[in-house]
């Protein structure tokens, strides 16, 4: 499963020029304040600011002042940083929102031999969400057995989100998603902004 953008109206990087289709790039504001503000879900008014889904053009932007030409001077100075924090903390509350509601309608199947029976049951998970975090040797192990047993798997949040998501006072590696609803938007959701996690997580 995989997020495809339809076509619509285009728009191009600030950062690296970049064109395409305005689902593809991330959506910038400017608050009444003059602060730079990420609008993920596109419905903030103003005039948007658009850059790559990626670390690097978000940070090229700020050092190379593209967001004060984008807004006509208006800006207030932009920590780059600050920024990319905020970003990935938006995106992370987007990802876990789906997934905190999967949990409370008990879609949900967390820890390492509960995964595994699952994989290997006959009722099997929509979706397995790893950790960006897991280790090596633990997730070769699930995603083997998950390509085995023809269920998706996708990459997401920290090791420490997920578990505070499904309830749990510990870590946990992975995420097994029983509901289809759950898993499409679960998939959406995370095939949207892959490529800044991954870039952010060093994958």
Same mark, same amino acid.
């Given at each position: 499963?995989?997020?495809?953008a339809?076509?619509?109206?285009?728009?191009?990087?600030?950062?690296? *020029?970049?064109?395409?289709?305005?689902?593809?790039?991330?959506?910038?504001?400017?608050?009444?304040?003059?602060t730079v503000?990420?609008?993920?879900?596109? #419905?903030?008014?103003?005039?948007?600011?658009?850059?790559?889904?990626?670390r690097?053009?978000?940070l090229?932007?700020?050092?190379?002042?593209?967001f004060? *030409?984008?807004? &006509?001077?208006?800006v207030?100075?932009?920590?780059?940083?600050?920024?990319?924090?905020?970003?990935?903390?938006?995106?992370e509350?987007?990802?876990?929102?789906?997934?905190?509601? !999967?949990?409370?309608?008990?879609?949900t199947?967390?820890?390492?031999?509960?995964?595994? /029976?699952s +994989? &290997?049951?006959?009722?099997?998970? &929509?979706?397995?969400?790893?950790?960006?975090?897991?280790?090596?040797?633990?997730? =070769?192990?699930l995603k083997?057995?998950?390509?085995?047993?023809?269920?998706?798997?996708?990459?997401?949040?920290?090791k420490?989100?997920l578990?505070?998501?499904?309830?749990?006072?510990? =870590? /946990?590696?992975a995420?097994a998603?029983?509901?289809?609803g759950f !898993?499409q938007? +679960?998939? #959406?959701?995370i095939? *949207?902004?892959?490529n800044?996690l991954?870039e952010?997580?060093?994958?």
């Open positions: 499963m995989s997020f495809q339809g076509p619509g109206p285009q728009r191009s990087c600030i950062a690296c *020029r970049r064109e395409g289709d305005k689902g593809t790039f991330l959506r910038f504001v400017l608050a009444p304040d003059g503000t990420p609008d993920l879900e596109e #419905k903030l008014p103003g005039r948007g600011a658009y850059t790559c889904q990626s690097r053009c978000l090229e932007a700020v050092t190379r002042k593209q004060s *030409r984008s807004f &006509k001077g208006a207030t100075a932009v920590d780059g940083q600050a920024l990319n924090a905020l970003l990935l903390q938006i995106m509350q987007r990802i876990g929102g789906y997934l905190s509601l !999967a949990n409370k309608a008990g879609a199947v967390s820890g390492g031999d509960a995964i595994e /029976r +994989l &290997k049951g006959g009722k099997l998970p &929509k979706l397995l969400v790893l950790a960006t975090d897991i280790s090596t040797s633990i997730a =070769d192990k083997g057995m998950a390509a085995r047993a023809a269920v998706p798997v996708v990459w997401g949040l920290s420490d989100l578990g505070q998501l499904v309830g749990k006072e510990s =870590d /946990r590696s995420v998603v029983s509901s289809s !898993a938007s +679960l998939v #959406k959701e095939e *949207r902004y892959r800044y991954e952010e997580s060093g994958r």
